[in-house]
């Protein structure tokens, strides 16, 4: 072992001592670069509620115009809105204008517009007047459709038409979506506080944050084989859980349903056998052409005129062959049916016998059947 000195010693805890300076050196000034152009915010503090939504009214807004430029936003509608939406356009201006807002129907290139304007006092007004016109052209009526233009209401528009590939298999869910005369969506509606709509290729959601979640969730559970009764059914248990004060801090897993995936076996269907290709020497002969035919019925070297008029003849004479044949249809429905044969019965013995005689001749027959039991019995007594 080779013993250091006291002076290498030394050195060494002079060059440990330098580094360990640099490094809190480079912290203090990664700090100071990030600290260089923050300041306090007095009027920043943890009371403050910043996801309470903010409430603008007209008299907050300056005399001036609270904005410096206009902005508009345009949408495209399919043909059949064309004429609701020239019905309404009259009241969708008068929705609009109490906002302050101006609104343009082009039948032209089949778009809508919204617009603000000088006198317009609330910023976030116009991506509301928006998502009306996009409501408005997904089929959503106009009192329903104004209900966005509400602080407190919001939308999502969800395009479903490329979850599944299959068109058989996306009608038949939407179709399970929608449920057996709208019972399942209006369940859906119930349950989640918002409005809902299938249209097409696009769900329409309208309501709260939280009920807009549920139902996006649902839908594209549906659009992955997954019903929605199973969510219908976690629903209704986390309603009634939310009703007792006692399970507020608890976790609900117990409460809630699991359900399983089940493999569910089907029949499989038997493969087509596929024809063997027959092992000819000579190939097929071709599809004769339609030269080919006329050569051969002769028509080919006729002119135009005698092929015209040879063409008629035949479309005439099945025409008439065809109303001879009708009218053959309709006589058979004028024709009398054909007279039923009386069925033949059995002729029994004494038809020709009187009630009096056929009277005598049954009670001779039942008297003379009771005279011969009392002799055998009387025979047999004697034995």
């Excluded at 009708?326 to 009630?355: C, F, I, L, V, W």
Aim: net charge positive.
């Amino acid at each position: 072992m080779v013993k250091k000195s006291k002076k290498a010693k030394a050195g060494d805890a002079a060059e440990e001592g330098t580094e360990e300076g640099a490094a809190k050196s480079a912290e203090d000034s990664t700090e100071n670069k990030k600290n260089k152009y923050r300041k306090d915010k007095p009027w920043d503090h943890e009371g403050i509620d910043h996801w309470k939504p903010v409430s603008i009214s007209q008299e907050d807004a300056p005399k001036g115009g609270l904005l410096l430029e206009e902005s508009s936003f345009a949408t495209l509608f399919p043909q059949y809105r064309e004429q609701y939406l020239k019905q309404v356009w009259p009241d969708v201006k008068k929705v609009l204008a109490e906002h302050e807002l101006t609104a343009d129907l082009n039948l032209v290139e089949g778009s809508m517009t919204v617009k603000t304007t000088r006198k317009t006092w609330d910023p976030y007004i116009i991506i509301k007047a928006r998502e009306m016109i996009k409501l408005l052209a997904r089929s959503v009526a106009l009192p329903q459709a104004r209900k966005i233009l509400e602080d407190e209401t919001n939308c999502d528009i969800l395009k479903i038409g490329g979850l599944v590939h299959s068109k058989e298999r996306f009608v038949k869910r939407r179709q399970r979506l929608v449920g057996p005369n709208g019972s399942t969506l209006k369940a859906i509606e119930l349950l989640t506080n918002c409005f809902v709509l299938v249209q097409g290729q696009t769900v329409c959601i309208m309501g709260g944050i939280k009920g807009i979640k549920q139902v996006r969730r649902i839908v594209e559970d549906c659009f992955k084989n997954i019903h929605p009764i199973y969510h219908i059914k976690e629903l209704m248990i986390r309603r009634e859980l939310e009703k007792d004060p006692e399970l507020k801090d608890e976790n609900w897993e117990r409460f809630l349903p699991n359900f399983k995936n089940r493999n569910v076996q089907r029949k499989k269907q038997k493969a087509k056998k596929v024809k063997k290709k027959s092992k000819d020497v000579f190939p097929p002969q071709p599809t004769p052409r339609k030269e080919d035919l006329q050569m051969e019925s002769g028509e080919y070297f006729l002119d135009e005129k005698e092929r015209q008029a040879r063409q008629r003849v035949a479309k005439r004479e099945a025409q008439i062959a065809k109303s001879a044949e009708k009218k053959r249809e309709r006589a058979k429905e004028y024709e009398p049916p054909a007279a039923s044969k009386p069925k033949k019965r059995r002729q029994e013995d004494g038809d020709g016998e009187s009630a009096k005689e056929m009277a005598a001749r049954l009670a001779n027959k039942a008297s003379s059947s009771g005279k011969a039991k009392k002799q055998r019995s009387a025979s047999d007594l004697l034995l």
